[in-house]
């Protein structure tokens, strides 16, 4: 079949692509900026890429009408913007006017489940969005589902934060809220299963794993599984927006999420319509094996994608690729340079390994503090950590850094910031190979936005002589 892909950078777009591939459909990526668009090279010439911005109907007149099936992949969980409903509402509706002019039969799209009647903002508009997309021409099948776990999915890494981070926790009263959740690989099962059956055709179904817990049940199996003993004090004076406070500074999550979680978890999200089962029947996975399958990938080092991957800060508007050219005029550097006797592909290795658990080779204390000022500041913080312990590519999280240029070949790494600045600020590592020997360069740069971006740079001018030069001391005398 050939099939229409959207959402392909996200957490689910990423893993379904694969399979599909695996399944000879001829796969379509529509994608807002295609070099941010990283594939495997087992699927480069199996995939075809495309360029078009849902949200701009113009951009989608000359994409391909000869279509099978279409998935509809798209959300703004994580998006800061209060009006995130209508730009949801705006993207749907051009993506159904696009699809009416295709042969596609069918549609597909992973909603939220929404069986009770006080809907939060989210689960309200992913509805809409549901309402939207069965207007188009070709049938619409809908899978809604409640938490999803699986490795690098925003539900596991905010459990997983608050388990092996916190002994005691003072949690909100919708701790007692019931869930369903659902390991990622049974939710791909069903959107590959669901994909040319008919009698999917123009259904919703629900879909949920075997057990219905909440979310104090769900923190303390996570505990348990990890061998650690957790004790949760529920308080009654957590209002919505105290809470969201309390989740995202204990967590990873950007306060955006943690704003949208609190406000869809005050609900009870059980399945109540059990008729999937007797079309496509499947043994799903329990919660704690679910948990254990994600912790098993992490282990093997086989995280496929992160939540972490769709999000960008507001600076970059999404096309960060645009920033892979460090400035040199207007600009404000610390640049070190050192010479180096040991293999290349160790040094290399140091520097690919840089952040999350192996922190930042000098004073990390001062690189979690300013993690710290960030998180106060509104930003995402120092908790983000990496997908992968010493594997990365462009488009990656670093801690509060975005991943723009990730090449042994060039033998470069270039990170972008993502933390609250007043400017922006790029940091880049580089090996030069010369007739007298190699040198690493390390090169930090900041653009200032006007007199405060400047003063900043000056305020935290006396730490980077400390961090900046023991840093690229380390990064070339470490070994493991």
Known sequence: MRILLTGANGYIGKRLLPLLVAQEHEVICIVRDPRRFSL??????????????LLDHNSLKNL????????????????SSQDFSDLEAASARNFALYLNTTTARQLMYLSGIANVSNLSRHLSSRLHVETILAQAKAKLTVLRAAIIIGSGSASFEILRDLVEKLPVMITPKWLNARCQPIAIRDVMFYLTAVLGNERCYGKSFEIGGPDVLTYKEMILRFARLRGLKRYLIAVPVLTPRLSSYWLYFVTSTSFSLAKSLVDSLRNDVV??????????????????????????????????????DALVSGTMHLNYMD????????????????????????????????????????????????????????????????????????????????????SKQQKRLLLYAEMKLPGE???????????????LEQLAVYRPDGLLGRLYWYAVLPFHFIIFGGMIKNILSFKE
Not at 40 to 53: F, M, N, R, S
Not at 350 to 376: A, H, P
């Open 40 to 53: 495997p090279a087992t699927l480069k010439e199996k995939v075809q890429i495309l360029k078009g911005d």
């Open 425 to 439: 600020a790029w940091l880049q590592f580089k090996v030069c190979e010369e007739p007298d020997g190699n040198y």
């Open 323 to 406: 920033f892979v050219q460090v400035p040199e005029f207007g600009v404000l550097t610390d640049k070190q340079r050192q010479k180096f006797d040991r293999p290349v592909e160790e040094v290399l290795q140091n520097i690919w390994s840089i952040g999350g658990e192996r922190g930042w080779y000098k004073t990390d204390f001062l690189w979690r503090m300013r993690g710290l000022l960030d998180k106060m500041a509104g930003g995402v913080g120092l908790r983000r950590g990496r997908r992968s312990p010493n594997h990365i590519k462009a488009g990656d999280t670093i801690d509060f850094w975005r991943v723009l240029v990730a």
């Open 64 to 79: 391909p009408t000869d279509l099978d099936a279409a998935y509809y992949l798209v959300h703004s969980m994580g998006g």
């Open 271 to 308: 399945v109540k319509d059990h008729s999937i089962e007797s079309i496509l029947p499947h043994p799903c996975l329990p919660y704690e094996e679910a948990i254990k399958l994600a912790f098993s990938k992490i282990e093997q080092n086989m995280v496929v994608s992160s939540w972490k």
